[in-house]
C-alpha cells in the first residue's frame, strides 16, 4: 500500500455537503492516509471565509468594539457543520478556549489559525482518522522563519505513529509555542511538508479547478487542461499569476521528488494536472500554456558606448534599489537597457527615479513606456523546434499586434512579450489560437 497526502481547500470543507463529498473522496482510495485540510470556504459568492471573519474578529478586538456577534457567527457556522454530520467533534469546547484566550489577548496568528484547527477536529471525527495538530510539529524560527529540516524530522516522526490522520493547515508554533502562520494559502505548504515528511508517492492539492488550463478562461473561451507539467515550467507560468497553488508549496515536494497533481473536487472524475520533475515530463506539444498581466513600465536608457563603460547597469540598478522598486526584466542591447517595472512599485516615486537615472548614470536619453503589459509563452517543447519565434511574431502581427519587446529565456522555455495594455486579450487569443487551436 502506498501514501498519498491529500490536501482539500476551502471550498472543499465549506459545509457539510462539502465535508460529505470530500469523505467520499478520501475512502475511494486507501492510500489516501494523509488529510491536510484549509478553513472553510464560501458556500456561495456572497458568503465569507471562515479565515476573513477571524481576521475581521480580530480587527474589533484591537479596535474596542463589540466583538461577540461576528465571534458567535463563526461558532455557528462550525456547529451547524458538526450537527448536520451528526458528530461530536468538540466544537463547542474549542470555542470556550478560543474566548478564554480572547480574554488574555491571543494573537492574530493564533485567531486566525482557529479555522483550519476546527474545520481538521470535524474532519477527523467524520473520517474516524486520528486529529494531528501541527503546532509542535511545524516549526519557525524566533523571528518567524519556517524552518525546513527541524519541521521534517518532527513531522516524519509525529506521522509514523499514526495510520491515517488529519492535520489542519496554514499554521504551525515558534519557539516559545505561541502559534504562527504561513501567508494566506498556507494549507498548500503544510500539505506539500506533510507529504515530504512521510515519502508520499504523491501530493494531490485538491481545489476547485481541475488542474491548470493553458490560458485565462475569462480571455480565451474554454482553454485546453493541462495534462502534465514539469516544475520548471509552472514556475515561469506561476510568476505570471496563473496558479491554484501556493507557490512555497513547490519547493518541499520537488526536493524530495514527488509528483503534485491539481484535483476538483466537485469532479473527482477528473485527472486534473500532474506536476512533475523536469526530466519526467515528455513533450507532447509545442507550448505549455500562456499567462501575462497587465501594467507594467518600462524604462528605456540609451547612451552611446554604453557598453564600454563599467558599472552603468549596476549604477542604475542602485537607484532602484534606493527606491525599494523590483525589476521584473532588464532586455539589453549594445547602448539601450530597459527595466521592465510592475506598476504598484513605482506609484509616487517614477519622476524622482528618472530625474535620478539621468543625473547619475548622464545617459544620452531616458524614456518611459507606460500602459504595458508582459506576455509568456511557455512550454519545454519550444527548444527543440525550430520557427516557434516566428510563428508566434506572425500571429501576432496577424493580429495587428505590436511587439513592443521581446525576452527569451537562456533554457529556451519560454519567450516574454510586452504589448500595450489594450492589446493584451488580442495577443493571448493570438498565441493560442496559433499554437492550440491550429495545432
Given at each position: 500500500?502506498?501514501?498519498?497526502?491529500?490536501?482539500f481547500?476551502?471550498?472543499?470543507?465549506?459545509?457539510?455537503?462539502?465535508?460529505?463529498?470530500?469523505?467520499?473522496?478520501?475512502?475511494?482510495?486507501?492510500?489516501?492516509?494523509?488529510?491536510?485540510?484549509?478553513?472553510?470556504?464560501?458556500r456561495?459568492?456572497?458568503?465569507?471565509?471562515?479565515?476573513?471573519?477571524?481576521y475581521?474578529?480580530?480587527?474589533?478586538?484591537e479596535?474596542?468594539?463589540?466583538?461577540?456577534?461576528?465571534?458567535?457567527?463563526?461558532?455557528?457556522?462550525f456547529?451547524?457543520?458538526?450537527?448536520?454530520?451528526?458528530?461530536?467533534?468538540?466544537?463547542?469546547?474549542?470555542?470556550?478556549?478560543?474566548?478564554?484566550r480572547?480574554?488574555?489577548?491571543?494573537?492574530?496568528?493564533?485567531?486566525?489559525?482557529?479555522?483550519?484547527?476546527i474545520?481538521?477536529?470535524?474532519?477527523?471525527?467524520?473520517?474516524?482518522?486520528?486529529?494531528?495538530?501541527?503546532?509542535?510539529?511545524?516549526?519557525?524560527?524566533?523571528?518567524?522563519?519556517?524552518?525546513?529540516?527541524?519541521?521534517?524530522a518532527?513531522?516524519?516522526?509525529?506521522?509514523?505513529?499514526?495510520?491515517?490522520?488529519?492535520?489542519?493547515?496554514?499554521?504551525?508554533?515558534?519557539?516559545?509555542?505561541?502559534?504562527?502562520?504561513?501567508?494566506?494559502?498556507?494549507s498548500?505548504?503544510?500539505?506539500?511538508?506533510?507529504?515530504?515528511?512521510?515519502?508520499?508517492?504523491?501530493?494531490?492539492?485538491?481545489?476547485?479547478?481541475?488542474?491548470f488550463?493553458m490560458?485565462?478562461?475569462?480571455?480565451?473561451?474554454?482553454?485546453?487542461?493541462?495534462?502534465?507539467?514539469?516544475?520548471?515550467?509552472l514556475r515561469?507560468?506561476?510568476?505570471?499569476?496563473?496558479s491554484?497553488?501556493?507557490?512555497?508549496?513547490?519547493?518541499?515536494?520537488?526536493?524530495?521528488?514527488?509528483?503534485?497533481?491539481?484535483?476538483?473536487?466537485?469532479?473527482?472524475?477528473?485527472?486534473?494536472?500532474?506536476?512533475?520533475?523536469?526530466?519526467?515530463?515528455q513533450?507532447?506539444?509545442?507550448?505549455?500554456?500562456?499567462?501575462?498581466?497587465?501594467?507594467?513600465?518600462?524604462?528605456?536608457?540609451?547612451?552611446?558606448?554604453?557598453?564600454?563603460?563599467p558599472?552603468f547597469?549596476?549604477r542604475?540598478?542602485?537607484?532602484?534599489?534606493?527606491?525599494d522598486?523590483s525589476?521584473?526584466?532588464?532586455?539589453?542591447?549594445i547602448?539601450?537597457?530597459?527595466?521592465?517595472?510592475?506598476?504598484?512599485?513605482?506609484e509616487?516615486?517614477?519622476?524622482d527615479?528618472?530625474d535620478?537615472?539621468?543625473?547619475?548614470?548622464?545617459?544620452?536619453?531616458?524614456?518611459?513606456?507606460e500602459?504595458?503589459?508582459?506576455?509568456?509563452?511557455?512550454?519545454?517543447g519550444?527548444a527543440?523546434?525550430?520557427?516557434?519565434?516566428?510563428?508566434?511574431?506572425?500571429?501576432?502581427?496577424?493580429?495587428?499586434?505590436?511587439?513592443r519587446?521581446?525576452d527569451?529565456g537562456?533554457?529556451?522555455?519560454?519567450i516574454?512579450?510586452?504589448?500595450e495594455?489594450?492589446?493584451?486579450?488580442?495577443?493571448?487569443?493570438?498565441?493560442?489560437?496559433?499554437?492550440?487551436?491550429?495545432?
Open positions: 500500500m502506498g501514501v498519498k497526502v491529500a490536501k481547500g476551502g471550498t472543499s470543507v465549506a459545509d457539510a455537503i462539502q465535508v460529505r463529498k470530500t469523505g467520499e473522496i478520501i475512502r475511494a482510495d486507501q492510500d489516501r492516509r494523509i488529510v491536510v485540510v484549509s478553513a472553510p470556504g464560501k456561495f459568492d456572497t458568503d465569507n471565509k471562515v479565515t476573513d471573519l477571524l475581521l474578529l480580530k480587527t474589533h478586538i479596535q474596542n468594539a463589540p466583538y461577540e456577534q461576528v465571534l458567535q457567527t463563526i461558532r455557528d457556522r456547529l451547524g457543520v458538526e450537527r448536520e454530520l451528526g458528530l461530536n467533534a468538540g466544537v463547542t469546547e474549542e470555542f470556550l478556549e478560543i474566548e478564554a480572547l480574554s488574555r489577548g491571543a494573537s492574530a496568528d493564533y485567531i486566525a489559525s482557529r479555522g483550519e484547527h474545520s481538521a477536529k470535524i474532519m477527523a471525527a467524520y473520517l474516524g482518522y486520528d486529529f494531528v495538530d501541527a503546532a509542535g510539529l511545524v516549526q519557525f524560527s524566533a523571528k518567524g522563519k519556517f524552518l525546513t529540516e527541524e519541521t521534517n518532527a513531522l516524519s516522526a509525529a506521522l509514523t505513529e499514526h495510520e491515517r490522520a488529519v492535520l489542519p493547515g496554514f499554521y504551525g508554533t515558534l519557539p516559545d509555542g505561541e502559534i504562527k502562520t504561513f501567508s494566506r494559502g498556507g498548500d505548504i503544510t500539505g506539500a511538508i506533510a507529504a515530504r515528511a512521510v515519502k508520499a508517492d504523491v501530493y494531490e492539492n485538491w481545489t476547485d479547478v481541475s488542474g488550463l490560458a485565462d478562461p475569462r480571455i480565451v473561451e474554454n482553454p485546453k487542461s493541462i495534462g502534465i507539467i514539469s516544475y520548471e515550467e515561469e507560468l506561476a510568476y505570471m499569476g496563473a491554484v497553488l501556493h507557490e512555497n508549496a513547490i519547493y518541499p515536494v520537488r526536493m524530495a521528488g514527488i509528483p503534485i497533481n491539481i484535483r476538483n473536487t466537485n469532479k473527482p472524475e477528473d485527472k486534473g494536472t500532474l506536476i512533475v520533475a523536469d526530466e519526467q515530463k513533450d507532447n506539444g509545442i507550448i505549455t500554456g500562456i499567462a501575462g498581466n497587465r501594467d507594467f513600465t518600462v524604462v528605456a536608457i540609451y547612451k552611446n558606448m554604453m557598453s564600454a563603460e558599472g547597469i549596476k542604475v540598478l542602485s537607484i532602484l534599489e534606493d527606491y522598486v525589476i521584473e526584466h532588464i532586455p539589453s542591447g547602448d539601450t537597457v530597459s527595466m521592465v517595472i510592475a506598476d504598484r512599485y513605482l509616487g516615486k517614477l519622476d527615479i528618472i535620478d537615472i539621468e543625473r547619475k548614470t548622464q545617459a544620452d536619453s531616458v524614456e518611459v513606456f500602459k504595458m503589459s508582459l506576455i509568456a509563452t511557455v512550454g519545454s519550444m527543440a523546434r525550430k520557427g516557434v519565434s516566428a510563428k508566434l511574431f506572425t500571429a501576432l502581427a496577424d493580429a495587428d499586434v505590436n511587439i519587446m521581446i527569451q537562456s533554457s529556451e522555455m519560454n516574454i512579450i510586452g504589448v495594455n489594450k492589446d493584451f486579450e488580442k495577443a493571448i487569443r493570438a498565441i493560442y489560437n496559433t499554437f492550440v487551436i491550429e495545432q
